[in-house]
């Protein structure tokens, strides 16, 4: 079974700052996908990057970056240039190729954005 | 155009009682998958529909829990005999097709006094 593991329960930074946040995870799997979702107080999981496992290069989308490290199993999120809007939970989650591909979600990180 | 809607957005329920909660997927999705998100974790999955068959089940916690999805569209998981530890936010899904990035609807927190 798929495991994923975030060991930063909070993080707190000032607005315009960059932020890096870690996630690790546990698989034999060698092809899946991993991505990073954003939990704002409504409630709705928002997509925020996705990263295919086969892809060297590492993804981004604005001002978010992730640094994938297959052999290591780590998968972080590098916000810059933080806003106010980025606060909210932020959820690693794995996903396998076969079967169902549902996806496995890590505890989370609450993020916090100071203005 | 629209997204994923779950209704009710709250549900507060005795313990023992019966409970629906409803998931109308994006239009033309045919993948749809429940989770559930207890306090300060995050979600973990409970079942998946391919069309109108539930394709992978291992996530419901025991058989108080069943899901349906008749027409491969909107789908219903019911809780039977609800407990207290039922209580947390379920979450439904929706993609284009299995592979395709799911979207999530606002969630139902369930509330079982």
């Known amino acids: 079974a798929q495991t994923v593991t975030q060991s930063q329960p909070e993080m707190s930074v000032q607005e315009a700052e960059t932020v890096t946040l870690s996630c690790t995870y546990d698989?034999?799997?060698?092809?899946?996908?991993l991505f990073w979702y954003k939990q704002p107080p409504s409630r709705q999981m928002i997509l925020v990057i996705r990263q295919e496992a086969y892809k060297q290069q590492n993804a981004t989308e604005n001002r978010f970056s992730v640094n994938f490290q297959k052999a290591a199993k780590s998968f972080s999120l590098k916000i810059s240039d933080s806003q106010l809007g980025d606060t909210a939970m932020y959820f690693c989650?794995?996903?396998?190729?076969?079967?169902?591909?549902?996806?496995?979600f890590g505890q989370g990180t609450r993020l916090t954005i100071n203005p | 155009g629209a997204g994923v809607s779950q209704t009710p957005s709250n549900k507060v329920t005795e313990k023992g009682k019966y409970v629906e909660l409803r998931c109308d997927p994006i239009?033309?999705?045919?993948?749809l998958y429940w989770y559930r998100q207890s306090l300060g974790q995050g979600p973990e999955f409970l079942i998946y529909f391919q069309g109108t068959g539930a394709a992978d089940d291992s996530g419901l916690p025991n058989d108080r829990f069943f899901a349906v999805r008749p027409e491969g569209s909107v789908s219903t998981l019911k809780i039977q005999r609800t407990e207290r530890g039922d209580s947390a936010v379920y979450l439904c899904?929706?993609?284009?097709?299995?592979?395709?990035?799911?979207?999530f609807g606002p969630g139902t927190r369930l509330t079982v006094t």
């Open positions: 899904a929706s993609s284009l097709f299995r592979g395709n990035e799911q979207y």
């Open positions: 989650a794995f996903m396998k190729l076969e079967g169902a591909q549902k996806l496995v």
């Open positions: 239009s033309g999705h045919t993948a």
């Open positions: 698989t034999s799997e060698s092809n899946y996908y």
